[in-house]
């Protein structure tokens, strides 16, 4: 119904401007940063493969395994930078003003994840890689104790990291989040009582696996801080900050080769290679004519990253070889990361365009 035009003033009233709410600008350049981080990801699990298929060791295949690591290395900056987006929309960029707003995100996370599992089960049954039967996987799977595929841990960390990041934006906004809290103290103690009932019935009982670690929190927290701060705040020249992220990117692939594959997300050097990458790109002008598809792309990198998977698993499996020469293998894993990124935001883009975006992601 068209609103009720109001009465005219009269000449001699005064009057006063109406009051103008702030508009919050869309970020692009964290729009740029979820994509970049997206395909970095693909690249990070297609070099996983190549560098698992010659069993971790230079020695069984030299030319797969340094093209794998390479792969590997590149990519390790973008788990941290997911979680610090994350942290950023909780905290500064869409804040749940109710514990219904925050339900709601929580929701359009693990009806996917739901989805996917159940998916992914199945398509471990019928390729006859799942280490026992659905029956007993599938309440495993609902524990975060067994994932059906090896990406979903971020999933069943992230969840956490947000309702309690949420808890605290919704404490500070003067509200009573009861039952959120009441949610964080059963993912707190399930663990351990878990563990305390295995040893009372004398049974192993499935590990509780919702939780997250404080590297993450961190991530999220600090990561928030530096996507809030104004444009410029990391200096007028961006040249340093790639240098950092090349820097921090060759030290990652020196550790996994010398010290330890691979190399975990709490490092300072994945750390450092991190901060290169979103200094680099903080407040950097996505011009005009790219925002719709650019916009399009980010909206669809959620569902892409639960099917990703399941193509490059399809794809390695046919291509990846341990014989590879230096050339050829480099050349795979661009060719197997191109092919996963296009397949899987040409499928996410097409069932968001059917409105199965709420179900698949």
Avoid at 199 to 211: A, I, M, N
Avoid at 270 to 287: D, E, F, M, T, Y
Wanted: with cysteine; aromatic share 10%; proline share 8%.
């Amino acid at each position: 119904m068209p609103p009720t035009p109001s009465a005219p003033a009269p000449a001699s009233a005064p009057t006063t401007p109406e009051a103008v709410l702030p508009v919050r600008e869309h970020r692009y350049d964290i729009d740029l940063i979820r994509l970049l981080c997206s395909v970095a990801v693909i690249g990070l699990h297609t070099g996983s493969a190549f560098v698992n298929a010659v069993g971790r060791t230079a020695a069984q295949g030299p030319g797969a395994y340094w093209a794998g690591l390479t792969a590997d290395s590149l990519g390790r900056f973008a788990v941290p930078l997911f979680f610090a987006i994350a942290g950023w929309v909780v905290l500064v960029g869409a804040p749940p003003k109710e514990g219904a707003r925050l339900r709601r995100r929580v929701v359009r996370i693990v009806v996917p994840l739901a989805v996917w599992t159940a998916l992914y089960l199945v398509w471990g049954a019928l390729r006859d890689t799942n280490d026992d039967p659905v029956r007993r996987l599938a309440p495993e799977a609902l524990l975060a104790s067994v994932r059906p595929a090896y990406h979903l841990w971020y999933l069943y960390a992230y969840l956490p990291v947000v309702l309690v990041l949420g808890l605290v934006v919704l404490v500070r906004a003067g509200k009573r989040p009861w039952g959120l809290g009441a949610v964080l103290v059963v993912l707190t103690a399930a663990p351990t009582l878990l563990g305390d009932l295995g040893e009372v019935f004398g049974r192993e009982l499935p590990r509780f696996g919702w939780t997250f670690a404080p590297y993450q929190l961190i991530y999220a927290v600090l990561g928030a801080l530096l996507l809030a701060a104004p444009a410029g705040a990391f200096g007028r020249r961006r040249w340093p900050w790639p240098l950092l992220a090349a820097a921090g990117a060759a030290g990652v692939i020196a550790y996994q080769y010398e010290v330890h594959y691979a190399i975990p997300y709490a490092h300072v050097l994945v750390a450092l290679s991190s901060l290169g990458v979103l200094a680099s790109l903080h407040g950097v002008r996505v011009p005009e004519r790219m925002r719709p598809a650019l916009t399009r792309l980010s909206e669809a990198s959620f569902g892409a990253y639960l099917v990703h998977v399941l193509v490059l698993g399809a794809l390695t499996d046919a291509f990846v070889r341990t014989d590879l020469g230096g050339p050829a293998a480099g050349a795979l894993v661009v060719g197997i990361t191109a092919a996963t990124t296009a397949l899987s935001f040409g499928a996410a883009l097409l069932w968001g365009r059917a409105g199965a975006s709420r179900v698949l992601g």
